[in-house]
């Protein structure tokens, strides 16, 4: 079994004011995305499923970039690292305090 995972920033840390988002995506291709969140600010990513430029969500991380903005880009750039024809993509929880 060969399974594609990217884990970078602070994940795991237990901070306070701390944020999960998750992410799953089904089809051919199934994966699950972890954004950490602080104070606004995205923290860390831990991704399963996909490969991901790492060097990217660490430059996303050094800027503070909001949750928002990473959502906006994100999907852009899975989309070029994506296989072509995955399924679809959604939300589907959030929380708030921790995983």
């Known amino acids: 079994m060969d399974i594609e995972y990217t884990t ?7 901070l306070e004011r701390e944020e999960n988002w998750f992410f799953e995506e089904k089809g051919r291709v ?3 995305t972890r954004v950490v969140v602080q104070d606004d600010h995205v923290v860390g990513f831990n991704m399963l499923g996909r490969r991901w430029d790492h060097t990217v969500l ?6 503070r970039r909001s949750l ?8 852009r750039h899975r989309a070029r690292a994506a296989v072509a024809g995955s ?5 589907i929880s959030r929380d708030r ?3």
Do not use: A, F, K
């Open 8 to 14: 970078t920033g602070l994940v795991n840390w237990n």
């Open 30 to 32: 199934r994966s699950t």
């Open 58 to 63: 660490i430059r996303w991380i050094e800027e």
């Open 68 to 75: 928002g903005w990473v959502l906006g880009h994100l999907i």
């Open 87 to 91: 399924g679809g993509i959604g939300w």
């Open 97 to 99: 305090t921790g995983c």
